[in-house]
């Protein structure tokens, strides 16, 4: 079996850019953005497995009580950039980084100042995913996958491809960011492409 039958999946997230990659990563299942009027979900771990977790496992017991339709379960991720020269930051903090500042080009020409002269520009993309059926739709307690990408930080914001850091991110074996790979090239190599197909795996394997 190579392939899944349709699902239809909450994704525990507003980022639009994360729908679209989540769409073109996984296209046999048919997502659910999490409502705006839903409450916002908690990521408080020190790891990203604990946020992806706190999210699906908090989004699918809000839907059990509010959901407007049936679905299979939640997928929920955490995911981010560690840089080796700020000691793994921002790390889980990725989202919330210099969340004062108002764009992403704003955000990232921040963090590559924070880089003191000469330092080492080693990074790398980490995924975590967590999937947490719904009762009676999917058997199978909640579990995560994860998926990582080594590169290292370029000089400058280049190219609108993408998300977030996309545009400051050269994957190792590539002379150009992820704001600049066509997503193409990007969906063969990224954090999030290796966890997607991590994914896949258990849940094609949960349903042998």
Not at 140 to 157: K, Q, T
Not at 197 to 205: C, F, K, N, T, V
């Amino acid at each position: 079996m190579t392939s899944l039958s349709p699902l239809k999946v909450v994704l525990a997230s507003r980022n639009a850019g994360k729908l679209r990659e989540f769409s073109e990563l996984l296209p046999e299942m048919h997502f659910v953005l999490w409502p705006p009027h839903a409450p916002d979900l908690p990521e408080t771990g020190a790891f990203f497995q604990d946020n992806a977790l706190q999210k699906a496992e908090g989004a699918r017991a809000w839907w059990l009580d509010h959901g407007g339709s049936l679905v299979d379960g939640v997928l929920a991720d955490d995911s981010g950039l560690c840089v080796d020269a700020l000691w793994g930051g921002p790390g889980v903090l990725s989202a919330r980084f210099a969340a004062d500042l108002p764009t992403y080009r704003d955000r990232n020409h921040h963090l590559l100042a924070m880089l003191p002269e000469g330092a080492d520009r080693a990074a790398r993309f980490v995924c975590v995913l967590a999937f947490a059926p719904m009762p009676g739709r999917w058997q199978g307690e909640p579990f995560i996958v994860s998926g990582a990408v080594e590169g290292s930080l370029a000089f400058d914001h280049r190219g609108e491809h993408g998300f977030g850091y996309d545009p400051i991110f050269i994957p190792d074996g590539y002379d150009q960011t992820f704001g600049e790979l066509p997503s193409d090239i990007k969906h063969t190599l990224s954090h999030r492409a290796r966890a997607c197909a991590a994914l896949r795996i258990r849940l094609l394997a949960g349903r042998d």
